[in-house]
């Protein structure tokens, strides 16, 4: 099957090997889940890239962006995964930005995953990552393109043979999963490492926190050690593709899937619509 590729909402136009999202990841993208031609969780993708946009100084028309995302859309298979890349533009040679740089829009679509069902139903075996994140905080939490540790870490989990990893700052932190944010339950709360420091702020992630607020649970952010992760009564892994995924190993620890990661998964299904 043919997947549509636009560039600046053409299918003709291609990238100018000058734009500073090739030379620098100078610029930010958005994955997002496409089921029965709607995309899940939009208005949080949206949000999301807006905030970013802002916080690297990257000017746009989020309103334009959004017709063209959804003509985009309509042009694509009803169930894919479609992505959203914004580029700060074609700025010339050097770091420093042009001040009238006009931002590359790249709307690209791929087939969604097969992942196994025993990922969602059982649960994944996951790996503590030996490789550390950065500590950014001007960064942290932004989606941006500038991806290299991921690269470096999904490596890593491939060759430990485990499907996520729990990733840790270099202070020992642990702050999220290689392509994913992860949550714990602890005395019945459920727990989530803060991204002030490194990481990516998911829109899943984002999803459950809003949720549980408005029905009075409350959702810690702190920060904690994989011990602490050991040591929790339940583990999930979540992002806005795949869902959650429950842990059912770790570091020769082993849990059954349990109540709130069920809550939660069926939270998902009602995004799925």
Not at 97 to 119: F, Y
Not at 265 to 272: G, P
Request: net charge neutral; aromatic share 8%.
């Amino acid at each position: 099957m043919l997947y549509p590729v636009w560039v600046n909402g053409s299918k003709h136009e291609r990238v100018d090997p000058a734009d500073r999202g090739l030379a620098y990841g100078d610029g930010l993208f958005e994955t997002v889940r496409v089921e029965a031609g709607r995309a899940v969780l939009l208005d949080q993708h949206f949000s999301r890239l807006e905030t970013g946009a802002a916080s690297l100084g990257i000017s746009l028309d989020m309103t334009s962006l959004r017709r063209e995302f959804q003509d985009f859309i309509a042009a694509c298979p009803a169930s894919c995964i479609a992505k959203i890349i914004v580029t700060r533009g074609v700025g010339g040679r050097g770091y420093l930005p042009v001040p009238d740089a006009v931002p590359t829009r790249i709307l690209s679509a791929s087939e969604t995953p097969a992942w196994p069902s025993v990922h969602t139903d059982s649960g994944i075996d996951a790996v503590v990552c030996s490789f550390n994140l950065a500590i950014q905080p001007a960064l942290a939490g932004l989606k941006h393109l500038n991806r290299l540790e991921q690269v470096l870490l999904r490596r890593e989990i491939a060759e430990k043979g485990g499907a996520e990893g729990l990733v840790c700052d270099l202070q020992g932190r642990v702050i999220e999963g290689v392509f994913s944010n992860l949550f714990m339950v602890r005395h019945g709360r459920l727990e989530t490492p803060a991204i002030s420091r490194a990481g990516i702020r998911g829109v899943m992630r984002a999803s459950i926190i809003q949720q549980a607020g408005s029905e009075g649970v409350p959702v810690i952010e702190g920060d904690y050690g994989v011990e602490d992760f050991l040591a929790a009564e339940e583990i999930f892994f979540c992002n806005s593709i795949y869902g959650l995924w429950p842990v059912r190993s770790l570091q020769g620890r082993h849990w059954s899937p349990g109540p709130v990661t069920r809550r939660w998964q069926a939270f998902w299904q009602q995004q799925l619509g």
